[in-house]
């Protein structure tokens, strides 16, 4: 809920122009698309005016090792994504190395990955 108060505020002054939200998601390797957490961020996002498909575009990768979130995050910071959204220590550590100026928001969750 923090987290998508924070993008909430962040968001707000441009999602009256039409601006599509690009967040990029790195969680641990499986299939992170079913965490508990993502279904929460999406719920609060939606709660906030944010849909998917009109003005907010997740990507959200499901990856086998932590090793494929580096090329990812690369791109996230090419791309200039709107922020990165992490879950865990290690897919945040990986999101600091590829940018210093994009917004890294962390995500603590207790679920496993199904």
Request: charged share 25%.
């Amino acid at each position: 809920m923090l987290a998508t108060a924070f993008l909430a505020t962040a968001f707000t002054a441009e999602a009256q122009q039409g601006k599509i939200y690009r967040i990029g998601i790195l969680g641990p390797p499986g299939k992170v698309e079913d965490l508990p957490t993502i279904k929460g961020l999406r719920e609060g996002l939606r709660e906030a005016g944010y849909l998917e498909g009109k003005n907010l575009q997740l990507n959200i990768p499901n990856v086998t090792t932590y090793d494929e979130l580096r090329p990812i995050a690369k791109d996230y910071a090419e791309k200039r994504v709107d922020a990165i959204v992490t879950f865990g220590a290690t897919a945040t550590g990986i999101a600091r190395e590829a940018t210093k100026e994009l917004p890294i928001i962390f995500i603590a969750s207790t679920s496993s990955v199904l």
